[in-house]
């Protein structure tokens, strides 16, 4: 089966007004996906594609029914399904726990190991989130902390941020850098420069935690120059984005790239056409090329 990359936006609510997001700080018209559909998506595509799915807000945790609507998916269909968090919602509700458990994981975003770096990119209580994290890892759930990589976290990011928040318990930590697109653009956290401090970084502090890093293109050559001591210290570097992707909307405007929220949609999905959607994976025989698409995949740390 055809391997697809799938975000489904399913609502635009936000209870947060982070400086980085791409979505605009949650300030998009107002749209929800509507549960039926997002049932329908979710079965067609894990059923007719290798798809990897991503759902997020806005916040999803805003409206619960988004996600406790997936209990009526089986569990191949929910194995497939990451969930991208703000962690500041503790939920309590076992129809929404039950999901939780069975999904790929739950993946909390907090941007360091103090409320200073945290707040450069959110608002919010660092320890609150890292609290909730506790929780929902208590519960049975796979949890997974995502750090957006910006010019003030950069500098000892393995040495001490994420040693930091191992103390939560959680092993899977996935750094993705951060892209000038939507609030993006403006906020001044992106690195201009290179990563050396990074990944000097990464080469001297041996993890226990499994740590995924997903870099643009434009990183590729400066890695080259890393490759040789980052394997050494045991990462494992893959070029990806070969595979097909599809962005849907809450509103159900269908686009390719993960970060675009704007351009003219390809279509609107409905309950209807939802078929319509093969042909959008299958016109992509070239890969998306795409300035802020993760397209370099470093894994590393001894769990992983
Ligand atoms: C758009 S948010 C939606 C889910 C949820 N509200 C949250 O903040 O986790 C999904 C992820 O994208 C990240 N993100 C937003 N804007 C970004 C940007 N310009 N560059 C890189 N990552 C970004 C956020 O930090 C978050 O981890
Ligand atoms: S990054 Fe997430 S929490 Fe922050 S404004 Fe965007 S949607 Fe909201």
């Known amino acids: 089966m055809l391997p697809v990359d799938v975000h489904i936006h399913t609502n635009t609510s936000c209870n947060l007004n982070c400086k980085h997001c791409y979505e ?3 300030n998009l018209p107002p749209a929800s996906i509507n549960e039926e559909l997002e049932i329908a998506l979710i079965r067609y595509l894990s059923t007719n594609f290798d798809a990897d799915i ?12 988004k996600i406790s609507v997936l209990n009526r998916l089986d569990k191949s269909a929910l194995r497939r399904i990451t969930i991208t968090t703000n962690g500041t919602y503790r939920t309590q509700k076992d129809d929404v726990l039950c999901v939780l458990r069975n999904i790929a994981a739950l993946r909390i975003s907090v941007e360091g190991h103090t409320g200073l770096l945290h707040n450069m990119l959110r608002d919010g209580d660092l320890q609150t989130v890292l609290n909730n994290a506790v929780y929902y890892r208590q519960n049975d759930i796979k949890v997974a902390l995502r750090i957006t990589l910006n010019s003030q976290n950069m500098s000892g990011m393995f040495s001490n941020t994420i040693v930091a928040l191992e103390a939560t318990g959680v092993t899977q930590f996935d750094i993705y850098e951060i892209q000038p697109v939507g609030s993006g653009k403006t906020s001044k956290l ?3 420069g290179l990563l050396d401090v990074f990944f000097n970084d990464w080469i001297a502090a041996p993890l226990n935690a499994a740590v995924k890093v997903a870099l643009p293109l434009r990183r590729l050559k400066e890695i080259g120059v890393y490759k040789q001591a980052l394997t050494h210290a045991g990462v494992n570097i893959k070029e990806v984005g070969k595979c097909a992707n599809v962005s849907i909307s809450a509103d159900g405007a269908v686009r390719i790239c993960p970060w675009d929220m704007v351009s003219e949609p390809l279509m609107f999905v409905n309950l209807k056409n939802i078929e319509a959607l ?9 890969p998306h090329e795409c300035a802020y ?6 894994r590393g740390g001894l769990k992983c």
Do not use: P, T, Y
């Not at 991503?54 to 029914?65: D, N, P, Q, S, T």
């Not at 093969?278 to 070239?286: D, F, G, R, S, T």
């Open 54 to 65: 991503h759902l997020e807000g806005g916040e999803i945790f805003l409206e619960e029914e």
């Open 278 to 286: 093969k042909e959008v994976i299958n016109a992509q025989h070239m």
């Open 293 to 298: 698409c993760s397209r370099i995949v470093m």
């Open 190 to 192: 992106c690195i201009d």
């Open 24 to 26: 605009n700080n949650g």
